[in-house]
């Protein structure tokens, strides 16, 4: 019989780990921070700590 230690148990981890493989990013992204300035993680938009979305490309984070 045949155990693999370091296979995943879980189908989302298995699910995760096969999408990150590929390049995907597989947890939800939060704001950058550039000194006392959220920044966002897809356009380097700078924003004030209130912004709840980025007024040039529209990301805001995953709940």
């Keep these: 019989m045949s155990c693999m230690a370091s296979a995943p148990t879980d189908t989302d981890e298995l699910f995760d780990e096969f999408l990150s493989d590929r390049g995907h990013v597989t947890t939800p992204q939060r704001w950058d921070q550039s ?26 984070p995953e709940a």
């Design 35 to 60: 000194y006392n300035k959220k920044q966002c993680p897809d356009c380097g938009g700078i924003h004030d700590d209130a912004a709840t979305e980025c007024s040039v490309c529209g990301w805001h």
